[in-house]
């Protein structure tokens, strides 16, 4: 069953899709799909409690639940259709644990509805596996083979909306629309606000005392550690290396002597590059356009370390924070047995030294391995979800299909899971590895696969 339909992002953006209705065992599912018949969305009917019908609105309803749509019916045909269906498989559900509350309809439409029942109704069979399927290279419905352009005004739009996940994964940034987006979904707060404290961080260690400096020998090796690596980088700016620095020293200080790593060396070169295009004098040129001093340019990208590296790693351990008994407890591998089996019996071929270690160095793997522009696909993509810590596990799932994959074609077995991670990640095509996480996400999402964050 397919219905043209625009889908609201906000009040003023919209989306042209067609409506596809499909169904697995007794789950129905809503797939909003691209003119190449492409899904973009899918979402579970069962994951909305109510519908409402605007009196004021032509061919409009919103799908309220886990998620909330603004759907817009090319006609008041496509409308009736669709309440009709919609009332065919209520009745087929007494028992279920949601109800449609449904607004009253025109008393036009309402007379109307018997004559639009869709003629191909929904048939439900018994003991329908439930099977999710990884995307492979020359799949056809990899659909991220070429990026959108996006532009700042169409990042807010998105950002507007009520989606859990945005799929960032298939857009083409420019230098200024990853600075915009870094900034939104990152940074998040005042950026006044955060100069003003990047200003005191920096003003505390600027004034440690030569009997503080020669009794601090973890400050010492980490300058020594710093100060090795933005000799090594490619950066002939000694304005930037100068702002990498005290970004640095500033967050040694707030984080309470965090250890250096190439992983965070690398992270805080990445956030320069999203804000600074250049310098002249004192000056300093963001890609945004603007112009500013390097203490608040220091500030946004210390708060971008700050706030990316918080959410996802232990200061002190230097590592990830999902260890396995976070992630892979009984009951969310008794949920993917249900839903994903594929996904299941991946993550059962694995023993716990091996997903303990994964959990915990998947980020650093990435960060260390690939290049700039995977790792701003990657960051962004967790950073702009509303749910991360869920969808990051979805990433690690994705990753160690990939890992069985590479384990089953070189014979290799899990004592060498360090170096067969390793090497899936270097030969991973980022975009349609996300692309597949996102389709796991937006698979499990719905069901309320409820992970502790």
């Known amino acids: 069953?397919?219905?043209?339909?625009?889908?609201?992002?906000?009040?003023?953006?919209?989306?042209?899709?067609?409506?596809?209705?499909?169904?697995?065992?007794?789950?129905?599912?809503?797939?909003?799909?691209?003119e190449n018949s492409i899904p973009f969305i899918t979402d579970l009917l069962n994951s909305f409690q109510s519908i409402a019908v605007p009196s004021n609105s032509e061919n409009k309803l919103e799908l309220n639940g886990v998620v909330s749509r603004k759907i817009e019916f090319k006609d008041s045909k496509g409308l009736t259709n669709f309440l009709s269906f919609l009332s065919k498989v209520v009745k087929m559900f007494p028992d279920s644990?949601?109800?449609?509350?449904?607004?009253?309809?025109?008393?036009?439409?309402?007379?109307?509805?018997?004559q639009y029942i869709p003629h191909d109704s929904i048939e439900f069979k018994d003991n329908v596996e439930y099977f999710f399927k990884f995307l492979a290279e020359n799949d056809d419905e990899f659909m991220w083979h070429k990026s959108i352009p996006?532009?700042?005004?169409?990042?807010?739009?998105?950002?507007?909306?009520?989606?859990?996940?945005?799929?960032?994964?298939?857009?083409?940034?420019?230098?200024?629309?990853?600075?915009?987006?870094?900034?939104?979904?990152?940074?998040?707060?005042?950026?006044?606000?955060?100069?003003?404290?990047?200003?005191?961080?920096?003003?505390?260690?600027?004034?440690?005392?030569?009997f503080q400096w020669n009794n601090n020998k973890n400050l010492r090796t980490y300058v020594q550690e710093v100060e090795g690596s933005l000799q090594q980088c490619n950066i002939k700016s000694n304005v930037t290396k100068e702002i990498i620095f005290?970004?640095?020293?500033?967050?040694?200080?707030?984080?309470?002597?965090?250890?250096?790593?190439?992983?965070?060396?690398?992270?805080?070169?990445?956030?320069?590059?999203?804000?600074?295009?250049?310098?002249?004098?004192n000056q300093i040129y963001l890609h945004s356009g603007e112009k500013t001093n390097s203490n608040f340019?220091?500030?946004?990208?210390?708060?971008?370390?700050?706030?990316?590296?918080?959410?996802?790693?232990?200061?002190?351990?230097?590592?990830?924070?999902?260890?396995?008994?976070?992630?892979?407890?009984?009951?969310?591998?008794?949920?993917?047995?249900r839903f994903c089996p594929a996904v299941a019996e991946t993550l059962q071929s694995f023993d716990t030294q091996s997903l303990s270690y994964a959990a915990t160095?998947?980020?650093?793997?990435?960060?260390?391995?690939?290049?700039?522009?995977?790792?701003?696909?990657?960051?962004?993509?967790?950073?702009?979800?509303?749910?991360?810590?869920?969808?990051?596990?979805?990433?690690l799932c994705t990753l160690l299909n990939e890992v069985s994959v590479l384990l089953n074609e070189t014979k290799s077995t899990q004592r060498q899971i360090e170096p067969i991670i390793d090497a899936t990640i270097q030969r991973i095509n980022m975009r349609l590895f996300l692309a597949n996480a996102e389709r796991l996400f937006a698979f499990m999402e719905p069901l309320i696969i409820k992970f502790q964050e």
């Open 1 to 34: 069953m397919e219905f043209e339909i625009n889908l609201y992002q906000n009040e003023e953006f919209k989306i042209p899709f067609h409506l596809w209705i499909t169904q697995i065992g007794q789950d129905i599912r809503l797939e909003y799909r691209d």
């Open 97 to 114: 644990p949601f109800s449609f509350q449904l607004s009253p309809l025109k008393e036009q439409q309402s007379k109307d509805t018997k």
């Open 150 to 210: 996006i532009t700042t005004e169409d990042i807010n739009n998105l950002l507007l909306s009520k989606s859990s996940h945005i799929a960032f994964s298939a857009f083409e940034f420019d230098a200024k629309s990853y600075q915009y987006l870094v900034t939104k979904c990152i940074i998040k707060s005042d950026l006044e606000q955060n100069f003003k404290k990047y200003l005191e961080i920096k003003d505390f260690w600027s004034k440690i005392t030569k």
């Open 361 to 395: 160095s998947v980020l650093s793997f990435f960060v260390e391995t690939k290049s700039d522009d995977d790792i701003k696909l990657l960051l962004v993509t967790i950073a702009s979800c509303k749910k991360p810590l869920i969808f990051f596990r979805v990433l």
């Open 297 to 337: 340019a220091e500030s946004l990208i210390f708060w971008s370390l700050q706030n990316f590296t918080s959410s996802f790693s232990d200061p002190r351990e230097n590592t990830m924070i999902f260890s396995n008994k976070l992630f892979f407890t009984d009951a969310s591998m008794n949920l993917l047995k």
């Open 246 to 281: 005290n970004v640095l020293i500033s967050f040694f200080f707030f984080r309470y002597e965090q250890i250096m790593s190439q992983k965070l060396f690398k992270l805080a070169l990445l956030f320069t590059k999203s804000f600074i295009s250049g310098s002249v004098g």
